[in-house]
């Protein structure tokens, strides 16, 4: 059977799967004919009708082709998930007692299959199995048919809708966006996690973060930031760390400690503010994540010397790495990190880390010499989704830090130069975006809120 469109039928106006102004007919009235391309969701062939639920990244419609020619064709014997297709029809209400998206479905009177895809062993559900670890090496290796599946494609909007929302809040607040180099031949973060490459017969690598080229434009441009990729040869297969993430960074000039802490929770609590507004990511929040609840102001504040205390007074105490009570100084590894975070199950600022635990550039605490003015925001079910810090100030004490360090200071001559041209009070942070979608969508790791999560041993496809 070869199908044509009945020429007496109303012209068919095109619409995305979204549009729900369409005029519905019922028994009485005639609804609007309209053409949607789409792909199988799912088909249930029946008695007396085959239902298509078809999908176009928009929305999803129940797309009904009465038994007769349109069911015998040779297509539709062969219609499977992810056929691409596009049908022409009568938009109807649902009759009552039955259920579809919208409460509308497409009464079917033309088709014609654009893509077809496989309907036998290689067909996408055996490819994904939703059964099977969603990171196995199949899963994995299958991402791009992955992203087709309905949580793997929200994830994707809630990102991007979550990235408009920094975008749109910074605007709010009067930061300026810059786009720093990702080539770059200074580290920020340590060189035990830096990309190396040959640049032209030099030395370059990946960046870490585009902190100090931030700190460069404050002086011209005010409070900054940047939504940017950085890079980190992480050796470890954790859930929360990847090769290459996208990073939220901004720096504020002439602020002191506090204010750095307020403007973190103020900004934490406007993105979320702005993704619940809006009905489009809300919904993407309640299928992923039902129970998310934004956090309640203020925000809990702990040092990490409390910390210290605190995972040692837990009974049973919280180890470190080597299996030993916490002392100070430690770093808080991982493990002990994401324990501390579940029990308390709120956003903790962590404070004051130990010069030695942290960045050079790190500025001390006037008050304690041993600890920096640094704040690391920990999330229950993730951990860390920030690091910041006050930035030293003085040009002498930076020349020491880099030695400190065992940085050799010549590369960072505009970096130091800084604080020769009108230094400042100043400081800033890193936002891990992956690592705030699995915050705010509850996922397991943050490879689910990547496109194509790159890790080590995974830079494909
Ligand atoms: O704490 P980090 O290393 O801080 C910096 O890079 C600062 N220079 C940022 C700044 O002050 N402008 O990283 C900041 C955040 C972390 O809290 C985490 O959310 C994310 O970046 N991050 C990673 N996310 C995924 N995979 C990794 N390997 C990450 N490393 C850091």
Request: hydrophobic share 35%; aromatic share 10%; with cysteine.
């Amino acid at each position: 059977i070869v199908l044509t469109e009945d020429p007496s039928l109303p012209p068919a106006v095109r619409i995305k799967l979204n549009n729900k102004s369409i005029e519905l007919g019922d028994q009485t009235k005639k609804g609007t004919r309209v053409k949607v391309y789409g792909r199988i969701l799912n088909v249930r062939a029946q008695k007396n009708a085959t239902f298509i639920d078809l999908k176009d990244g928009y929305g999803t419609l129940q797309c009904v082709l009465p038994a007769g020619n349109l069911t015998k064709t040779y297509d539709a014997l062969l219609f499977a998930q992810e056929t691409a297709l596009v049908l022409h029809g009568e938009m109807k209400q649902v009759p009552p007692a039955q259920k579809a998206p919208d409460n509308r479905e497409l009464h079917v009177d033309y088709y014609k299959v654009l893509g077809a895809a496989p309907s036998d062993l290689d067909a996408i559900s055996n490819k994904v199995s939703r059964q099977s670890d969603p990171w196995n090496v199949e899963m994995l290796d299958n991402r791009h048919l992955v992203l087709r599946g309905e949580n793997a494609s929200a994830v994707m909007k809630l990102r991007e809708a979550v990235e408009l929302a920094f975008v749109d809040t910074y605007r709010d607040m009067d930061f300026h966006k810059v786009s720093p180099p990702a080539m770059v031949q200074t580290q920020v973060e340590g060189g035990s996690t830096l990309f190396k490459y040959d640049y032209y017969g030099e030395e370059a690598y990946l960046t870490q973060s585009s902190q100090l080229y931030l700190e460069t434009v404050i002086q011209s441009l005010g409070n900054v930031y940047a939504i940017e990729k950085s890079f980190r040869a992480e050796k470890s297969l954790t859930r929360r760390h990847l090769s290459e993430f996208t990073h939220v960074e901004a720096e504020m000039d002439f602020i002191e400690f506090e204010d750095l802490l307020e403007h973190l929770e103020e900004i934490i609590s406007r993105i979320v503010d702005r993704v619940l507004a809006d009905p489009r990511s809300a919904e993407y929040v309640k299928l992923l994540n039902p129970g998310f609840q934004k956090p309640t102001r203020p925000f809990m504040r702990m040092k990490y010397a409390d910390a210290i205390d605190w995972l040692n007074q837990q009974e049973p105490p919280i180890l470190n790495e080597e299996g030993n009570p916490h002392a100070f100084g430690d770093d808080i590894a991982e493990a002990a990190e994401r324990r501390m975070t579940d029990i308390i199950n709120r956003p903790i600022f962590l404070t004051h880390f130990p010069v030695e635990i942290k960045a050079f550039y790190m500025k001390k605490d006037p008050n304690d010499l041993r600890v920096t003015e640094s704040v690391d925001v920990l999330m229950p079910g993730v951990g860390e989704i920030v690091g910041g810090s006050m930035r030293m100030e003085g040009y002498e004490e930076l020349i020491e830090a880099y030695k400190k360090n065992g940085i050799g200071h010549e590369p960072y001559y505009w970096y130091t130069d800084l604080r020769k041209f009108g230094t400042s009070p100043h400081g800033g942070y890193g936002l891990g975006l992956e690592r705030f979608l699995a915050w705010i969508a509850n996922r397991h790791t943050v490879r689910e809120a990547c496109l194509y999560p790159r890790f080590m041993g995974r830079c494909k496809p």
